[in-house]
């Protein structure tokens, strides 16, 4: 999911020069960074919904939907279409009327997405930026940062303390 994974899309491009010799140039593809967010931006409803009720089973001792709509401050409806595609893709479980339960999968993705959160809270708040706006910014830069610009912050906040 990061871009560290992704060693780059080379394209390998033929001149003929004079019609006698054959130049083969490396261009490294453009889209690479730009498929990467798109792909992280697919994800980031999924992992705000299984962090939420991670918090949400942890503060009330459960989670129901209307819990989610007024965490995420969105109407009932919009959390039960969301809570049915998670539900669709494994990561929740739900039965009407009951409360909206992590499966194993979401349980692991929601423990993921909540390191990350917290290095990337931690990293902001070591270069000084005040509570208040590195809770705001670790919020949105938590869904795009790779593994390796990760690691560097752990790295970085273990050599600070």
Do not use: W
Request: net charge positive.
């Amino acid at each position: 999911m990061a871009t560290d994974d992704v060693k780059g899309i080379i394209l390998d491009i033929a001149n003929f020069l004079g019609g006698r010799h054959l130049v083969v140039k490396k261009v490294k593809a453009r889209s690479v960074p730009f498929s990467q967010t798109r792909a992280r931006h697919a994800n980031e409803t999924a992992e705000d919904y299984v962090e939420a009720v991670m918090e949400l089973i942890a503060e009330l001792g459960e989670c129901r939907v209307l819990d989610l709509a007024r965490y995420f401050n969105v109407s009932h409806v919009t959390v039960s279409r969301i809570v049915k595609r998670l539900h669709d893709e494994n990561l929740l479980h739900t039965m009407p009327y009951k409360p909206v339960e992590l499966t194993v999968e979401g349980l692991k993705l929601a423990k993921r997405v909540k390191d990350r959160h917290l290095v990337v809270l931690a990293f902001l708040m070591e270069l000084g930026v005040d509570k208040t706006n590195a809770e705001i910014d670790s919020e949105g830069i938590e869904h795009h940062v790779g593994s390796k610009t990760l690691a560097a912050m752990k790295k970085f906040l273990k050599k600070q303390s």
